[in-house]
């Protein structure tokens, strides 16, 4: 893999997994700065265990959007963005915030509710929220946390096609790097630079989204009958 000044992860042969078990054996890929890439694959093919893999390497440079949002239920929508820059504040602004929110986040907090259309909502506890409106702010709690790139596990999935449109380009609009698992094949083609295909364990598909055609991503997934598709491995040498 050519590695340049713009890349920002590479992985030589490294195994991904979980302890002793191994779901990713022996993965090469690489970063690069400036573009987007949609990762994708079925259930259990390793989408979250190649994003952990990037979060540990990537640190404090990476906004983080998981998929099980990690939002506090009791706690209102703006407590919850406003945890996206905990570490930043002392504890003793974080605990007045909590009482008492300070102006200066409020404000924007308020702007990324206004973008994300949560506005009149910062006040509502997250437990009292829609599926979509929860992943909206799962959303601003990771664009609050002003990061040059954004990793994020799925975080379109519970919105319509129109919204995860108007979704991902905020992402852009804030992140020039972005790797995002979804299940939208159709975005993945028209929204994004790179698609990585992950299937059996493997990396099958590492190739421009201009590259690929619908048909490429379908062998991604295991048909009805529980077959895989003949894919082969496309932009792999
Ligand atoms: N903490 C863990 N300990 C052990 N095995 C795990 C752990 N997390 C995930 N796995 C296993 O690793 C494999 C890949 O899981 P992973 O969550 O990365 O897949 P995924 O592609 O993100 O799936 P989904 O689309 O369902 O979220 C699965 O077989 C899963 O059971």
Not at 84 to 98: I, Q
Request: glycine share 10%.
């Amino acid at each position: 893999m050519g590695e340049s000044r713009d890349t920002l992860v590479s992985l030589n042969g490294i195994d991904l997994g979980h302890g002793e078990r191994v779901v990713l054996p022996g993965l090469h890929l690489g970063l690069r700065r400036g573009e987007r890439v949609a990762l994708l694959g079925p259930s259990g093919a390793g989408k979250s265990t190649l994003l952990g893999a990037l979060r540990r390497q990537l640190g404090d440079s990476a906004a983080w959007c998981p998929q099980q949002h990690g939002l506090v239920p009791q706690l209102a929508v703006h407590h919850n963005i406003y945890m996206g820059r905990l570490a930043e504040h002392s504890a003793l602004a974080n605990l007045w915030n909590l009482v008492r929110p300070l102006a200066g986040p409020w404000r924007e907090v308020a702007e990324l509710c206004d973008a994300l259309g949560l506005d009149g909502l910062m006040r509502r506890p997250v437990a009292q929220l829609s599926g979509g409106q929860r992943q909206r702010v799962a959303i601003a709690r990771a664009l609050y946390q002003q990061r040059a790139l954004f990793l994020g596990d799925e975080p379109v999935a519970s919105v319509d096609p129109h919204q995860a449109l108007r979704l991902l380009a905020l992402i852009d609009q804030r992140h020039a790097t972005s790797v995002i698992a979804l299940h939208q094949r159709e975005l993945a083609l028209s929204h994004f630079d790179r698609v990585w295909g992950l299937r059996d364990g493997r990396l099958v598909i590492d190739a421009p989204a201009r590259e690929l055609g619908l048909a490429d991503l379908d062998d991604l997934y295991p048909d009805a009958d529980g077959q895989t598709g003949a894919a082969t491995s496309r932009g792999r040498p």
